[in-house]
């Protein structure tokens, strides 16, 4: 069957088209999110990300395979530097097993390299065949993570926790930046990434930032995004919780107990503190999630030989909130 390998630029209906290949790819992965045309636009404004870097196969105008990039300063091995995040490699199930999504791959990594990415950055299952094809390509897992999921905790009563105000919004950044900047993976919230994650938001998945007080004073904070997702078979309602920062281990509890729906769920590194904090709340690993990177320079090359630290998850790029 003969397709065209294009750019974003050339897909008609890009957000339609975006919109049913992925609620079809991923119908049957476990924390997948059930997506509409609205979220799909602001997906594809994400900041990095342009139609020109952005690939998919066609059948005649039809999307049969695409690959979502954006390049943006990641922290990896202790520096920051460009880096491609891949995301939304779907096939439609009828045209699997074609070579689409390698041959995209590769038009995406020629891309990236283009627009100065000095390494590309995915995630996936390792249970998951997805993970054998990355490995193929070249990537190496860099970070085990996991899908941490359960009920919200009862409340500690340690913090006022409330909606956070417009005017704190540059405290809330500071307090995320100075949390995870240190972690590899992290892209710190600038301008347009604050704006695009948290004030441009569609409204099918709207987000709540929300602060933790004691004595006057700002202490903790969190993302709170209601979503539905496929868990155990099940289309949820769930809060993703993310950006969290707090003080103290009864600090989380008051900020995750805010969270509007009866589930949550959160994506950690296995080995930074806040994986082991969520456990402590009674939320249990559901799903398993590894960072890989692919190096496309000698500096990355080399920033990668360095031992890893933590690796902050891109909730954005696993669940799409």
Do not use: K
């Amino acid at each position: 069957m003969p397709y065209r390998f294009v750019t974003h630029e050339d897909v008609p209906n890009l957000a339609a088209q975006l919109t049913e290949l992925s609620n079809v790819a991923f119908a049957e992965y476990e924390g997948a999110p059930t997506v509409d045309v609205e979220f799909s636009r602001w997906y594809a404004r994400r900041p990095g990300s342009t139609p020109g870097v952005c690939v998919a196969a066609l059948d005649g105008d039809v999307m049969a395979a695409n690959v979502l990039v954006a390049v943006q300063n990641l922290n990896l091995g202790g520096e920051f530097l460009p880096c491609g995040i891949v995301d939304t490699v779907a096939t439609h199930p009828d045209h699997r097993r074609q070579g689409l999504a390698h041959r995209l791959m590769d038009m995406a990594h020629d891309l990236m390299r283009e627009h100065g990415a000095e390494a590309g950055v995915l995630y996936t299952n390792p249970a998951n065949h997805p993970y054998q094809f990355y490995t193929r390509l070249g990537y190496v897992t860099r970070a085990q993570a996991a899908m941490l999921e359960g009920a919200p905790p009862a409340t500690a009563g340690a913090c006022d926790v409330r909606a956070m105000r417009g005017d704190e919004a540059g405290t809330v950044r500071e307090l995320v930046n100075g949390r995870y900047e240190h972690y590899e993976g992290f892209a710190r919230l600038d301008d347009d990434l604050w704006r695009w994650h948290r004030v441009e938001r569609p409204a099918t998945m709207p987000a709540q930032v929300v602060v933790a007080e004691r004595d006057g004073r700002l202490v903790g904070t969190a993302a709170l995004a209601d979503v539905m997702v496929l868990l155990e078979g099940r289309q949820t309602r769930v809060t993703v919780v993310s950006d969290a920062v707090y003080d103290g281990a009864e600090c989380l509890r008051d900020l995750l107990a805010a969270a509007p729906q009866e589930r949550l769920m959160a994506l950690h590194d296995v080995r930074a503190p806040e994986h082991a904090a969520l456990e402590q709340t009674g939320l249990a690993s559901a799903v398993g999630e590894v960072a890989m990177v692919l190096p496309f320079t000698e500096r990355a090359r080399e920033l990668l030989t360095r031992p890893a630290g933590p690796w902050c998850v891109m909730v954005e790029s696993v669940v799409g909130v």
